[in-house]
């Protein structure tokens, strides 16, 4: 009993400070009508310069009957001035009254109060009446965002039975929610409550919906703000909100307003907007009143017994802002993690890769201080940096071969990746980004609107990308959980209501308007305040501007929080793209500490990720110790984390010898470009003699095909496609450019007869046109088919077939096309008219009757080229096609380019290899922009990936190569500075050695090693 008597009294809250001051908010009380109201708050300065909220143990003494106080809200009596003493703890201060009005009508706001009173209830959220198909019958347009609708629903629909003008008691609308009637939703309101007294007065007043013309509500705001500290053994905090009207005047709207909480075990908020801690922590009160949301952060400190600050040394501002926050709330950091540890962890987070044995072995033995900085430095003017963040911004900007064919996605990729090596400043990147135009093969960052695939999506996308937001809620309604409102939405959608992306080009169109979708009205472009500008404004330039300039409350803070979750597997704000006052940052002072550096820098990436890299918060462990154990948003220690897909395939074929350093891909590449370069000029060397007798052979062929050319696509709908006339229907030029969006022939000598040929480009024309000869007079046909396309074909000028008029290619079986030619050279050309989305095209070239006679050896190309009846400068092409046929030219070319592109690096190649084991382990397909596209949570496919996966299998199977020759001593120690950049353990590396000896088959063995170290939790995780 006695220890228990003691226990108490160590953990009994400290007893109640007096403070040496008071405040009353607000410092003088105007009431203008009869049915105002004021929240008073009694803020308590203490000795120590902390805040208490005092109200509730304030007296309040009014100096005449023209007020009355109940639980610190002042209501009017009647007209007059006044004062009101308030007393608490032996201090009081004076607050002057005035009521004017309080003998005149005040009529309940059906806009500005019953709507408020609805939302506060509950009645119109989305899981009620608010959904978009109501509930019982009853239907709200959600939180009130319509008020017409709203206006309908309550007093005409439902019979007219919702609201009782004779008897407003006995109105369904208050009947229900007090559960004097039957209501799924349970008892939502009580006689005392605000809104029964709001409710209860309108349809007194007989239920009045003309308010339209009185001044909307512009705003709120909430004293105290924006952020309050709580502490025992005064744990709490009264609200007061205060709704601004457009006309000036002002109302306190403390009772109506809703609250709600981020954190529901840290802290709480009645319906009066009295505020209460539970635990040490953080969390955010959302005060809602109509469509317009603040919130105030709230820091629960808690004493803990025995708690004394480490005072760990501070590298940079990082630790100064991160060490406050830990010693606010008593959460002792971590120690600093060893050198193999950082050394990993450093490596990772910025290419992607593990790092060499050797280098870690070279660290591992450095004394020499500032050894870590180095590496960071390094690693930041690496190319293995540039392609490994240029991946991550890939992601984002859903970069993929589908949705940008024709080499147009490893032009954005490249772009992205170039902008790292260069290390563009942020807000340059985003302004060329978000105001590009021209074509996506000669305009790389034109993609980023090429990519996206409507203005919806580009809406949202832009938002969440660059401003942290996702507002694809607001597209049908304002945002339940933020300000956005559907307002918003589509003046963001109007800054890109001009864009067009057509045949792979982006225009700025002279004309183009958001309207909003329920008053057709013509929004202004985002975040302007003027009309609609001029035909020749690029809205999106002056959007870029906005967004880019200093102090924007979006654009830095956002970027600061995605580097920072990159380095740390969470960010300031937690998901990164979903920046909301509900969703508040786990250190505010952090955030907005590293946005304002960040812009003072230039917006210099490469910067931002040095200090925060050089910090000591990074630098952590992930080891958890008695204080900071229950940690998961303060970064008192290292987050264990898993590798990502690309990381992981990477690692284990590091570890397992099946990809070299990425140190050695340079020479390599030097000894291949020296191959190829030697083979071409034999190539050349032999050309005439080549030539001549090929020739010959060409000469004595009777039929044969060249290769193909093909243009476009022409943009606009199916049918007009089919019917316009285009520039190549009025003679083939293949030298020729034409418009829209700079159109050129390619040559696609990889086409093949009969080869399914994928046309994903959005709707219009593609032309096709080959060269065909004949010794001597015949019929060739063309064997087409074009599924879902309309199709026209031409030889040498002449239309000879038209599906509008003829059999429609694709409906059941190809279209045969027969193509009567005279003796010689003849051009055949075929327009292709296609739907949105993908088509398949199959096209084959025949003599009448049967297959093309034996060829000689030649692709299509060098048979046009060596006929003569090619373009100029058939010398040199010939020669380039001559050695772009030859297999040892495409084998060297073909490894070179692996080898340049680093298509064996998943971290380091332009575009998703996307295969199973990359997919299985999280790799996100890059269909939108969200950060939860790519997959953290473990799976079962991922377990039999590591355990008996080919890729697996593949990636260990040069361990014997890489290890075979050291001794075991020494491939101990290799084989754990590849896999973890540290020695092994004593006991570790017995046990390796112990297993090698007992093996009959060595290299088996040292695979089997391999194997299971890349199995451990140490290998998958990052630490």
């Not at 040490?280 to 004493?303: C, D, M, W």
């Not at 959980?481 to 002279?510: C, K, L, P």
């Not at 879902?788 to 429609?808: E, R």
């Not at 953290?936 to 075979?964: H, K, M, S």
Request: charged share 25%; hydrophobic share 40%; net charge positive.
């Amino acid at each position: 009993m006695a220890m228990l008597v003691l226990l108490a009294f160590a953990f009994a809250p400290p007893a109640a400070e007096s403070p040496v001051r008071i405040e009353v908010r607000p410092p003088e009380v105007k009431l203008a009508s009869r049915r105002a109201v004021a929240q008073l708050v009694v803020m308590g300065h203490l000795a120590d310069g902390r805040i208490a909220d005092l109200t509730a143990e304030a007296a309040f003494a009014p100096g005449s009957d023209l007020v009355e106080v109940i639980d610190g809200v002042a209501r009017a009596r009647r007209d007059g001035r006044t004062e009101l003493t308030v007393s608490v703890k032996g201090l009081s201060a004076r607050v002057p009254v005035h009521v004017e009005g309080a003998g005149k009508p005040d009529p309940v706001r059906f806009r500005t109060e019953v709507l408020a009173a609805l939302t506060k209830q509950g009645c119109n959220g989305g899981s009620c009446h608010g959904s978009p198909q109501g509930k019982g019958g009853f239907s709200l347009s959600l939180f009130g965002y319509d008020a017409a609708l709203d206006e309908e629903s309550l007093v005409r629909g439902g019979l007219g039975r919702r609201v009782d003008l004779v008897r407003p008691g006995e109105s369904l609308l208050l009947k229900k929610p007090l559960m004097r009637l039957g209501h799924v939703g349970g008892k939502r309101l009580a006689p005392a409550d605000a809104a029964h007294e709001v409710l209860l007065g309108w349809i007194a007043e007989g239920a009045k919906t003309n308010d339209a013309s009185a001044p909307e509500c512009s705003g709120i705001s909430v004293f105290p703000g924006p952020s309050r500290v709580l502490a025992a053994p005064r744990p709490t905090q009264q609200l007061a909100v205060t709704a601004v009207f457009a006309d000036g005047s002002a109302r306190d709207v403390t009772a109506l307003a809703t609250y709600e909480t981020s954190h529901k075990d840290v802290v709480s908020a009645d319906a009066r907007g009295r505020v209460t801690g539970h635990r040490r922590g953080q969390g955010a009160i959302s005060v809602r009143y109509l469509n317009h949301l603040k919130s105030v952060h709230f820091t629960v400190v808690e004493e803990t017994p025995g708690f004394q600050w480490p005072d760990p040394p501070s590298a940079n501002m990082v630790d100064d802002l991160v060490h406050g926050k830990l010693r606010q709330l008593q959460v002792t950091p971590s120690d600093t993690c060893d050198d193999g540890t950082f050394l990993r962890r450093v490596h990772l987070d910025l290419t992607g890769l593990l790092p060499t044995a050797d280098g870690a072995r070279a660290f591992l033995a450095d004394n020499k201080p500032g050894k870590r900085a180095r590496v960071v430095d390094s690693l930041l003017a690496s190319e293995e940096f540039a392609r490994y963040w240029g991946l991550r911004s890939a992601d984002l900007m859903r970069v993929n071969a589908k949705g940008l064919p024709g080499g147009r996605a490893e032009r954005f990729a490249s772009f992205l990746v170039d902008a790292y090596r260069k290390n563009m400043p942020f807000d340059k990147l985003a302004t060329s980004i978000l105001t590009a135009s021209g074509h996506g093969s000669e305009v790389p960052a034109a993609n980023y609107f090429l990519a996206i695939p409507g203005s919806a999506d580009l809406t949202e996308t832009t938002a969440q990308l660059f401003m942290g937001s996702r507002i694809n809620c607001a597209k049908c309604h304002n945002h339940p959980f933020e300000n956005w409102t559907q307002d918003d939405y589509f003046r963001i959608s109007a800054v890109f209501a001009r864009v067009r992306g057509e045949s792979g080009e982006v225009i700025e169109a002279a004309s183009g308007e958001a309207r909003h979708p329920a008053t057709g009205k013509v929004m202004v472009p985002y975040p302007g305040t003027a009309g609609p500008q001029a035909g020749g404004d690029d809205r999106r330039a002056a959007f870029a501007r906005w967004l880019t300039t200093p102090g924007n409350p979006f654009f830095a803070r956002v970027e600061v929080n995605r580097v920072w979750a990159a380095l740390f597997g969470r960010g300031i704000v937690d998901p990164v793209d979903d920046f909301r006052s509900s969703n508040p940052p786990s250190n505010p002072e952090l955030l907005d500490g590293l946005a304002a550096a960040f812009e003072k820098s230039g917006y210099d990436r490469k910067w931002l990720i040095r200090l925060v890299c050089d910090s000591h918060a990074y630098q952590r462990a992930s080891a958890s110790n008695a204080r900071n154990a229950d940690d998961d948003s303060l970064f008192s220690r290292a987050r264990a984390r898993r590798l990502s897909a690309e990381q992981l395939q990477d690692a284990i074929g590091m570890v397992g010898g099946a990809l070299a350093p990425v140190s050695g891909l340079a020479p390599e590449a030097e000894k291949l470009e020296a191959e190829l370069a030697k083979a071409v000029e034999a190539i050349k060397a032999g050309m005439p003699r080549w030539e001549a007798e090929a020739r010959k052979k060409v000469a004595a062929l009777p039929w044969w095909a060249g290769a193909w050319r093909v243009c476009g696509p022409f943009s606009a709908g199916k049918e007009k496609a089919h019917s316009k006339v285009f520039d190549p229907e009025k003679g083939v030029d293949l030298a020729a450019v034409y418009k829209p969006g700079s159109i050129r022939w390619e040559n696609r000598a990889d086409w093949a007869d009969g080869q399914a040929l994928d046309l994903r480009n959005p709707a219009g024309s593609h032309y096709l046109t080959r060269v065909v000869f004949s010794q001597s007079p015949s019929t060739a046909e063309a064997m087409i088919d074009a599924k879902k396309c309309d199709l026209k074909v031409w030889l040498d000028g002449a239309l000879v077939h038209d599906s509008a008029t003829g059999p429609k290619a694709g409906n059941s079986k190809p279209v045969k096309v027969a193509l009567p030619m005279s003796a010689g050279a003849h051009r055949i050309l075929l327009k292709v008219s296609k739907p949105a989305g993908p088509a398949q095209l199959k096209v084959s070239l025949t003599p009448a009757g049967g297959k093309p006679p034996g060829g000689v050896g030649f692709s299509p190309e060098i048979v046009e080229l060596l006929s003569g009846v090619a373009q100029p400068g058939q010398s040199d092409d010939l020669v380039r096609a001559r050695v772009d046929s030859e297999p040892k030219v495409r084998s060297l070319r073909d490894r070179l380019r692996k080898l340049t592109e680093r298509a064996d690096y998943a971290t380091q190649r332009a575009l998703p290899e996307q295969s199973e084991f990359l997919k299985a382990f999280g790799q996100p397909p890059r269909q939108s922009p969200c950060a939860c596209e790519r997959v953290d949570e473990p799976t079962v496919d991922q377990a039999l990936q590591l355990l008996n996966g080919p890729a697996v299998a593949r990636r260990i199977g040069g361990a014997a190569a890489r290890y075979g020759a050291l001794s075991d001593a020494a491939l101990a120690d290799e084989v754990y500075l590849a896999a973890f950049c540290r020695y092994p353990k004593p006991e570790e590396k017995r046990k390796v050695l112990d297993y090698l000896s007992r093996q009959p088959d060595r290299s088996e063995a040292i695979r089997d090693l391999a194997w299971a170290l890349v199995n451990t939790r140490e290998f998958l995780l990052q630490h």
